[in-house]
């Protein structure tokens, strides 16, 4: 793939491959959005129970714990383009009968724990996938500009684009949200089954190479880099908090704040203007500070967020916390991603992703659940409350990674 050089750093260029997997990533998040949106709405409307609608949460990152290593171990022997477009496939299918039960009635909560569930088991081996395949369509040098583009246009599309409509297509009927996303899933299957990648080129597999071995090496290779095993560490404390702070936002809005539907649409479209300022400082701090100490602002800072959102009872202050926090989150994942893909041998980037991921991810079930028992006992605040100490947790697992 061709690149071009601005102001001594390398980007990639929108033809050919890249483009085409930033505008299915663009388009599939458009869908995504409108369903995350509207589901913790749908749930809300279903019952009033903090602990079950934060079981929704919890429900959509439980299958990382379960199948994310299988995932990584998959996508390095597959060909990701194939993988990738599969997926949206089943995924679009999924969601298009998930669409008619919401329209006839017919989607209880334990509906949305099933489909909340069965979304993040195939997005296991997409996610996994696709950061393996990135590196194939972008030069190394251009990696981390690539990342930030395609999370900012990831951001355009989910907040400025998606979260608006929700609440105009949800008065056109409940379903609407759900059979948009359905169609997001096909058209970005389209647009990945018209890439046009080589096979992935593999060393022969060693005789009785297994998936639990493919998966335990990832895990080992993962675990020996310092860098990566202590970030890993950190972005596993960090995202205990994150899933209280997903489960219980809604309840957090339109309960504590009393803030109503509106209020809900208001905070999480700050959280997207300041994820899209973050993709554009994202690589300019990179070069400032390096990656490692990108992470470590970000996380003082994020919270610092949470503890205004926990303490202010006030929906100006829930909208500013949430834009900083959303800004610092995009320079967070942006370099974490690219630290991975810079780091990691190709040969295992799909394993080690995956091994990062599943680690890191693994507290944020358990972050749903005790924000949904927290906010029962103690009330809506507290889990924004018991998400700063958690991230504070994580900006001190990173201090013996800075220099």
Not at 125 to 152: E, I, K, Q
Not at 183 to 201: G, H
Not at 225 to 251: Q, T
Request: glycine residues 10%.
């Amino acid at each position: 793939m061709t690149e071009v050089t601005a102001d001594a750093v390398r980007a990639p260029t929108w033809r050919g491959g890249y483009g085409r997997l930033f505008t299915a990533a663009v388009i599939s998040k458009f869908g995504d959005s409108l369903r995350s949106a509207a589901m913790p709405l749908l749930a809300a409307s279903l019952t009033s129970d903090p602990v079950l609608i934060s079981l929704v949460t919890a429900c959509g990152f439980l299958p990382w714990l379960l199948f994310g290593l299988v995932g990584g171990a998959v996508a390095d022997r597959v060909d990701q383009r194939r993988a990738m477009w599969a997926v949206d496939l089943v995924r679009g299918l999924l969601m298009a009968a998930f669409a008619v039960a919401v329209a006839l009635g017919q989607a209880p909560i334990a509906l949305l724990l099933a489909v909340a569930f069965a979304l993040t088991t195939l997005q296991t081996l997409f996610d996994n996938a696709a950061t393996a395949l990135l590196p194939s369509l972008v030069p190394a040098p251009a990696l981390g500009t690539a990342n930030a583009r395609l999370m900012t246009g990831q951001i355009i599309a989910g907040t400025f684009l998606a979260a608006p409509l929700v609440p105009l297509l949800m008065l056109w009927g409940p379903s609407v949200p759900y059979a948009v996303d359905a169609a997001t899933y096909a058209l970005a299957a389209v647009l990945i089954i018209s890439l046009r990648t080589p096979p992935p080129e593999r060393e022969p597999r060693a005789e009785g190479a297994t998936l639990r071995r493919d998966m335990a090496e990832g895990l080992k290779a993962l675990w020996a880099d310092r860098s990566l095993r202590g970030l890993c560490v950190s972005a596993a404390l960090c995202n205990v908090g994150v899933g209280a702070l997903i489960a219980m936002l809604v309840l957090h809005i339109t309960g504590w704040l009393d803030a109503g539907r509106a209020g809900y649409v208001a905070g999480i479209t700050a959280y997207g203007v300041g994820s899209l300022a973050g993709g554009l400082v994202a690589g300019r701090l990179a070069r400032l500070l390096g990656r490692i100490r990108c992470v470590f602002l970000a996380g003082a800072v994020q919270t610092g967020c949470l503890l205004a959102m926990g303490l202010v009872r006030e929906l100006w202050m829930t909208v500013v916390a949430l834009a900083v926090f959303g800004l610092m989150g995009l320079v967070w994942n942006a370099n974490e991603v690219t630290l991975m893909q810079e780091r990691a041998p190709s040969r295992m980037l799909g394993r080690m992703s995956a091994a990062f991921r599943t680690l890191a991810i693994a507290g944020a079930p358990l972050g749903a659940l005790l924000g949904g028992l927290v906010a029962s006992a103690w009330g809506l605040n507290t889990p924004m409350l018991m998400a700063a100490g958690l991230f504070a947790l994580s900006v001190a697992a990173l201090v013996p990674l800075i220099n």
